[in-house]
């Protein structure tokens, strides 16, 4: 190793991650050995989320200090650090400045070696779910803070109902060949359904560009959108292909449940939801966070793991998770669908491609194209708006620097604008936007720092996501061990959690008959 790699990571860090990224064999074999691979399992998840302080956080974007009501008021996003400014107000770069580090010029695209379009697809529709701010505050989120599968099921009751069908089973729509999707939101006439007035269809965000209700498009546009728990699921066709496979999935087992139960509806739709909800930490452990993490040993998801630990605590989601997860960078400026290489900005708000080609299809024709790569100077500039809001969020809630949380995560402080990138288009820019190693703020900070061979996500970003993803994911009530079995899932439920181990599970399971039998990753072949 070179002196570079000791004096980023420090020994202690730089050990770990030599001994877990490397020796691939020697990792399989554990995870092949019964109770040995719990115990590896148990070591590693822990070790991840300790390299930071645990929940209860002791201080929220409410305040700059500690309070009764940052103690306990949701409503406004945790917080890892105390806001500080490390250098003036008045001589930080202006947010477009700053936002201009990330635009990709012509021609320069950079493709990822390693992930398929999936990924970003995946990631985005999975985050939607619980990071949600508020468009009028950007101290303020509007989540549960919990993986619940609002993407499907809302987050108000009312939403809830509004979904609902009879025996147990979400609404959904079919197409000429007998295929189901979720329920149309407008009629024919171009108006709200009934159904559906009280099923909010906005794109809730501080990226004012965006923000903007579904009645400003085309009658034709509108007619193709779907009543999804997501207010903004219909933004383009990959969150959509997400949310329709998982209806598909609660409605194959809703049924299966109702064929051996003489239960209610009410008592098949929360079972079903129970269910779903595991699936998906399920598929985000074993698929999602195995794809990101360059660990060798494949984590798995169990019940009860972190039960006796100090991060078993309730969920809140930081105001940093919610800014690290903005991976705008990912993806391309063209993209291929239904065979055709088309602009992704022409493809926002227009879930056609789901009726047109076929869920199956989408599947299989976003795992076999790259994504883009998280980085600077690789955001469409169709988003480059988005990332100039991101900086105002992150001034408006008075973050600390790049360097000050590597430090909270137990890595060393850079020296330099040359030790966090190797890129040097990437440090001439911030060169000339900062000047300084200490003056670059943590969010452009954390899309510059270089990429670790084997990795998908720079160090500290992969740090601070392992921290919030296993920490967030594994204290759902559904997993403790007095409520995870039969009783809570139904034996049929119980089957699904055990036969899903990927995101592949789930979508062929509900495209048989369809086009083809598809391949599903969010790796590249």
């Not at 950007?138 to 499907?152: E, V």
């Not at 078993?312 to 960078?329: C, D, G, I, P, T």
Request: proline fraction near 6%.
């Amino acid at each position: 190793m070179t002196g570079g790699y000791w004096r980023k990571n420090g020994v202690k860090r730089g050990i770990r991650v030599l001994l877990t990224t490397h020796g691939s064999w020697f990792w399989l074999c554990l995870r092949r050995i019964p109770k040995v691979n719990s115990r590896v399992n148990r070591f590693l998840i822990n070790s991840s989320i300790y390299t930071m302080e645990t929940r209860p956080p002791a201080l929220s974007t409410k305040s700059t200090y500690t309070s009764w009501d940052s103690l306990h008021d949701r409503e406004f996003s945790a917080r890892h650090l105390r806001g500080e400014d490390d250098f003036a107000p008045d001589t930080k770069p202006d947010k477009a400045s700053v936002a201009a580090l990330f635009e990709r010029p012509p021609g320069t695209q950079t493709l990822s070696e390693g992930s398929s379009l999936l990924f970003p697809f995946f990631a985005q529709w999975f985050v939607d779910g619980f990071l949600r701010t508020d468009p009028s505050d950007p101290r303020r989120n509007t989540s549960t803070h919990d993986i619940d599968l609002s993407q499907l099921y809302g987050q108000r009751k009312v939403e809830t109902q509004a979904l609902r069908a009879e025996f147990g089973l979400l609404k959904t729509s079919a197409d000429a060949e007998g295929r189901e999707f979720p329920p149309l939101y407008y009629d024919s006439d171009g108006n709200v359904s009934e159904s559906f007035k009280d099923l909010p269809m906005v794109l809730e965000s501080v990226d004012d560009s965006k923000a903007r209700t579904t009645t400003t498009l085309p009658d034709a546009v509108k007619r193709t959108l779907f009543a999804l728990g997501l207010p903004r699921g219909n933004i383009h066709y990959g969150l959509a292909m997400m949310s329709t496979v998982f209806i598909r999935e609660h409605n194959r087992i809703a049924r299966e449940i109702r064929k051996h139960h003489t239960w209610d509806s009410d008592r098949i739709f929360e079972t079903t939801r129970n269910t779903m909800i595991v699936l998906l930490i399920k598929i985000v452990i074993e698929d999602y966070i195995n794809h990101i993490t360059p660990i060798k040993f494949p984590l798995f998801m169990e019940s009860g793991i972190g039960l006796e630990e100090r991060w078993y605590r309730q969920n809140w989601m930081s105001v940093e998770f919610n800014l690290l997860y903005r991976w705008h960078s990912l993806v391309p400026s063209t993209v291929k669908v239904g065979g055709q290489t088309r602009p992704l900005s022409e493809l926002m708000w227009d879930t056609s491609p789901l009726t047109e080609h076929g869920v199956a299809f989408l599947f299989d024709e976003a795992s076999a194209q790259p994504c883009s790569t998280i980085d600077l100077l690789n955001t469409d500039p169709s988003m480059l708006d988005i990332e100039q809001t991101s900086m105002y969020v992150a001034r408006r809630t008075q973050l600390a620097s790049f360097n000050a949380y590597r430090e909270r995560c137990g890595l060393p402080r850079l020296r330099s604008i040359d030790d966090l990138t190797s890129k040097q288009p990437a440090r001439d820019a911030l060169t000339s936007c900062y000047g300084d190693i200490d003056k670059v703020e943590f969010f452009p900070g954390l899309f510059a720092e270089d990429v670790r061979a084997g990795s998908t996500l720079p160090p500290l970003m992969t740090t601070m996501v392992a921290v919030d993803a296993f920490s967030q994911a594994l204290t759902n009530p559904l997993l403790a061990p007095g409520i995870y079995g039969p009783d809570t899932f139904s034996p049929q439920g119980m089957q699904a959690i055990r036969e899903t181990a990927s995101l592949e599970d789930i979508v062929r399971r509900n495209t048989r008959g369809e086009s083809l039998i598809p391949r599903v990753s969010l790796a590249l072949p």
